[in-house]
């Protein structure tokens, strides 16, 4: 009796081992299945979402670009080796160029786009999106600062050219540096010579 009761209990465990053992193998395979599927749907909607920010992208920058310039109807896109610029533009009809370019500020980049008429003159000046510090920082976008630009040669200026956002230094100098960026581009566009770099008298702003 005893010797069949070991029987038994051998044969239940060994079918219990190769019950939890197909089961065990198949909820793996159904993971690794369902992986795989999860993996290859991404790829597909990056290849599907790709183009549509790609294209948003590029009409967020058209719409810019008209905005600093609206007389104008099209753009040629020009090289640049300015560091900051990300975009030199030159209007049609030789109505001027608008260059967009960006400098470290507090917490982001700050990207501002410039526009420069035939004359070489600031013609227009768009504070663009940025993360620095809300109230602050951010406020280097308003027309209360980049008006200020409006109207100067396109020569480098220093801090001491312009009215800083009051407890937002930093990001002042960034949207200045971004500036004086654009307006090296369009020099070197315009086959003007390099200006020597502007010196500040300011001491120890942050």
């Given at each position: 009796m005893y010797f069949f009761f070991c029987v038994c209990f051998c044969f239940f465990l060994l079918c219990f081992f190769f019950f939890f053992k197909q089961k065990t193998a198949y909820e793996i395979s159904a993971c690794l299945v369902g992986s795989e599927m999860c993996i290859r749907d991404r790829g597909s909607v990056d290849n599907l979402t790709l183009p549509t920010i790609t294209a948003n992208r590029e009409a967020r920058a058209w719409a810019t670009y008209n905005a600093l310039i609206p007389e104008a109807t099209d753009f040629e896109a020009l090289s640049c080796d300015v560091p900051g610029v990300t975009a030199l533009m030159e209007a049609d009809d030789d109505l001027g160029y608008a260059v967009i370019a960006q400098?470290?500020?507090?917490?982001?980049?700050?990207?501002?786009?410039?526009?420069?008429?035939?004359?070489?003159?600031?013609?227009?000046?768009?504070?663009?999106?940025?993360?620095?510090?809300?109230?602050?920082?951010?406020?280097?976008?308003?027309?209360?600062?980049?008006?200020?630009?409006?109207?100067?040669?396109?020569?480098?200026?220093?801090?001491?050219?312009?009215?800083?956002?009051?407890?937002a230094t930093i990001s002042s100098k960034a949207a200045l540096a971004a500036v004086n960026e654009a307006i090296e581009a369009y020099r070197s566009a315009a086959g003007e010579a390099p200006a020597a770099a502007a010196t500040s008298t300011e001491k120890g702003a942050a």
């Amino acid at each position: 009796m005893y010797f069949f009761f070991c029987v038994c209990f051998c044969f239940f465990l060994l079918c219990f081992f190769f019950f939890f053992k197909q089961k065990t193998a198949y909820e793996i395979s159904a993971c690794l299945v369902g992986s795989e599927m999860c993996i290859r749907d991404r790829g597909s909607v990056d290849n599907l979402t790709l183009p549509t920010i790609t294209a948003n992208r590029e009409a967020r920058a058209w719409a810019t670009y008209n905005a600093l310039i609206p007389e104008a109807t099209d753009f040629e896109a020009l090289s640049c080796d300015v560091p900051g610029v990300t975009a030199l533009m030159e209007a049609d009809d030789d109505l001027g160029y608008a260059v967009i370019a960006q400098s470290k500020g507090y917490s982001s980049q700050v990207p501002m786009a410039v526009a420069f008429d035939d004359e070489g003159t600031i013609a227009n000046v768009i504070g663009m999106d940025n993360t620095e510090t809300p109230g602050l920082g951010t406020k280097v976008q308003l027309p209360d600062f980049t008006d200020q630009f409006l109207g100067r040669a396109a020569e480098p200026l220093t801090i001491d050219d312009i009215d800083a956002v009051t407890g937002a230094t930093i990001s002042s100098k960034a949207a200045l540096a971004a500036v004086n960026e654009a307006i090296e581009a369009y020099r070197s566009a315009a086959g003007e010579a390099p200006a020597a770099a502007a010196t500040s008298t300011e001491k120890g702003a942050a």
